[in-house]
């Protein structure tokens, strides 16, 4: 991996506040269809996926403790359920309210860092856009931020672990990662990729891109 990919605490959350104050612009040009619209988090529409960026802005450990109790355990089903009943419980315009107030904060839940929040909101920014079909540029920066810490960490991407005998190389920002058949593509492209997202498949090239795809595509 290359050494171009640090962001200093403060960086990582102005890029953080720049990603949320950008998606609160998107949403408020949104009609009310819009919000109900499907993303590409299976069964989450655009409200649900805004819900779950508000509720990680301000979680702590006592609501992180009883919405898992609430779900027997189950992180995943935790964090999918408590953006449901909170999607349900507030209006449009509350909700968009909650992201605005939340532009600034600078919250980590227990285990995560402010490169997490970074990567919620950057892929989660696409999981509304894309299939709305709004573009919604990627910062190069950010998306290196990302890109590291999801390398570099397991759950719940486990991309080292996925990505075995490959080497992926972005092309218009200055990281690579792993050995083996050659994966190319904008930053963008990867984290989407990365992250369990087929819709930047179209973006890669490399001798590794099509087994890839052919070997791990749904």
Known sequence: MTEDTTMSAEQIWRAVAA??????ALLAQLPETGWDHPSLCEGWRVREVVAHLVLSARADIGWI?????RARGSLDRAIRDTAIRHADRVTTGQLLDELRGSIDARV????????????????HGQDIAIPLGI???MPSAAARVAMERIWTTGAPFHARRKFAGYRLVATDADWAA?????????IAALLLTVTGRSQAWDQLSGDGAARFAADDRP
């Open 19 to 24: 990603e949320r104050a950008g998606l609160a």
């Open 65 to 69: 403790l009883v919405n898992l109790i």
């Open 108 to 123: 980590t839940a227990l285990g995560t860092t402010p490169a997490d929040r970074l990567m919620d909101l950057l892929v």
């Open 135 to 137: 573009a919604r540029e």
């Open 178 to 186: 792993g050995d083996g058949a050659i994966i190319t593509g904008p």
